[in-house]
């Protein structure tokens, strides 16, 4: 749905088991003449809740593939649900517009049943059904709109920090801590409130909350160690990883491909229309024996490279997180190549001119000492 597939997994049986136990006998108390159908109405409970986490997933794919991503894959899971986007970055509007659209499209199903209710005067099992449609995603919109990650409200606090600052990375970060400042907020409000009002707290939901906001603090934590990882990542910069690089002819030989060109600079060899065809391989050069270099030519010590090697520099982003991803990303494409198998890419400018190559080990190296060195930091 919206160009991605969608995974029901495993564990949406235990929400589904949840909903029908706790439910189940509301049901039987609500209508009694149903009996044991009663179980098959809070069956239908969780397939409506199942159908409404769908809704509101379509809805974040939809509109974010209007903004420029590929929706990867809308997963049902233990947890709710949650849409993987794959490509660049929508950008501080389009992620608050994708944030908003999953909750707007349950705030929308809510009016629809509603309506619905109003219009046909539904009772019983019908009536029942679109009260638990409307409740449901009322509950849904309101609860992914809590200001702090990994809920959509999160992405909002994220866009804020973003086009004040800037960076994203910094955006990702202030939402963790947002979402950690929610979760913190949910066990208090389940367990000092009641307190406050001299009740006891309902075992039931207390348990239930509780886990729920230690799972936002887990995907909260997770945040902010990408705010983190992406600021270490600003310091990998293409400028500074790419090395300067000069065309040679495909007719060319070993030594005047040598002679062309600084010592410093790769050597990039080119058919005559300008294409990159391969990369000189120096540790092929320094094995072949120096007299034959004249009559040695220069595809007999080249690296093949294809065309999705071949990058326009100028429109690569020009550090951090961003470059990587684009970098990555090219497996998503026919004839792309995996970060982890890409020998050497080659940069060009728009016109398709030489103008330097970027190394996978380089990268890589790069990434590892931008790396976190302090255990602490590592925590989840």
Known sequence: ??????????????????????????????????????????????????????????AHAVVGRAFGQRP??????????????????????????????????????????????????????????????????LLLAAFNALPGAPLDGGRMVESAVWAATGSRDRGVAAAGWAGRAVAVGLVLAVLVGPLLRGERPDLVMTVLLVWVALTLWRGASEAVERGRWGRRLERVRLDALRLPAVPVPLTASVAEALAAGGASAARVAVDDAGRPRGVVDLTAVQALDPAAAAATPVTAVCRAVGPEAVLDADALPAAGGDLVAALAA?????????????????????????????????????????????PQEHRA
């Open 1 to 58: 749905m919206a160009g991605a597939p969608v995974v029901l997994t495993p564990a949406w049986a235990l929400v589904a088991a949840f909903v029908v136990l706790a439910f189940g006998p509301q049901v039987e108390r609500a209508l009694p003449r149903l009996g044991a159908g009663a179980w098959l109405v809070a069956g239908a409970y969780a397939v409506l809740l199942a159908l409404s986490v769908l809704v509101h997933e379509i």
């Open 72 to 137: 990867h894959e809308i997963v049902l899971t233990l947890w709710g649900g949650h849409t993987q986007f794959r490509g660049a970055h929508a950008g501080p509007g389009g992620s608050v517009a994708t944030a908003l659209a999953g909750p707007a499209a349950n705030l929308v199903l809510a009016a629809l049943a509603w309506g619905a209710g109003e219009a046909l005067d539904a009772r019983g099992v019908t009536g029942l059904l679109l009260d638990v449609t409307v409740w449901a995603n």
């Open 330 to 374: 090219l497996d998503g494409r026919p004839g792309g190549s995996a970060l982890t198998e890409t020998p050497v890419w080659v940069l060009t400018d728009a016109h398709g001119t030489v103008r330097g190559v970027l190394p996978r080990e380089t990268l890589l190296t790069a990434l590892t000492d931008a790396r976190p060195t302090d």
